[in-house]
């Protein structure tokens, strides 16, 4: 199998994501869009899969290589193919389907733990978001905060996205950290643990 990752910034990449890949034998293959890299060629009906990863993107931008994404995302969605977004790439694929995006008044930033909807389960992640899902008529939430605010859904059979990052390195996480004078601070160690188990349990829901 394959999965092809649409990065957004050098800072946001698969992390914790290689990891999992790896012990299912699957290939990742990367790709910049938002270095002009062409999407057109990727035909989804060859595609096994997308992963598409944070960035500091507004989806209400006007560049090409944005609507070019919501194209794949859709045309993955029309052939049951499965799509994983996280951060922004969920709200890509929100905004793919017609659903707004708000952005927040202030950044959101450091460990903040989110509740599973099916279980009321409290998952541990690290929060770096700086715009709010607003419902997609037709999906359903799967992750809430403690606000109510959505921070996870599913939409028809095999599309997934999620607001917070289980995949994100502690190194990765420290670094947002420092640069952010406003945030709270990286998960612990246990939390890494908990944060690693959810998202290998995310994505082999999603592509296995």
């Avoid at 905004?95 to 541990?124: E, H, K, M, N, Y």
Wanted: hydrophobic letters at 45%; one cysteine or more; a negative charge.
């Amino acid at each position: 199998m394959q999965l092809h990752i649409l990065q957004h910034t050098e800072r946001m990449t698969v992390g914790k994501i290689a990891d999992w890949a790896q012990a299912q034998a699957i290939e990742l293959i990367n790709h910049r869009p938002d270095q002009k890299e062409n999407l057109t060629p990727l035909n989804a009906s060859d595609l096994d899969g997308v992963i598409l990863l944070d960035g500091p993107q507004d989806v209400a931008e006007h560049a090409p290589w944005l609507a070019a994404e919501r194209i794949l995302i859709r045309s993955m969605d029309k052939i049951g193919r499965p799509v994983f977004g996280i951060g922004f790439g969920a709200q890509q694929i929100a905004r793919a389907f017609g659903s707004p995006v708000q952005p927040l008044s202030a950044p959101i930033c450091g460990a903040q733990p989110v509740t599973r909807v099916v279980d009321q389960a409290i998952v541990s992640a690290f929060q770096w978001q700086r715009a709010a899902l607003l419902p997609l008529p037709g999906s359903t939430v799967t992750y809430q905060d403690a606000a109510g605010d959505i921070q996870g859904f599913t939409y028809h059979r095999r599309i997934t996205g999620i607001q917070f990052h289980l995949e994100m390195l502690l190194a990765e996480q420290a670094a947002i950290v420092s640069s952010n004078r406003q945030a709270s601070r990286s998960l612990n160690d246990a939390e890494q643990i908990a944060a690693q188990a959810e998202l290998e349990r995310l994505l082999t829901a999603t592509f296995l």
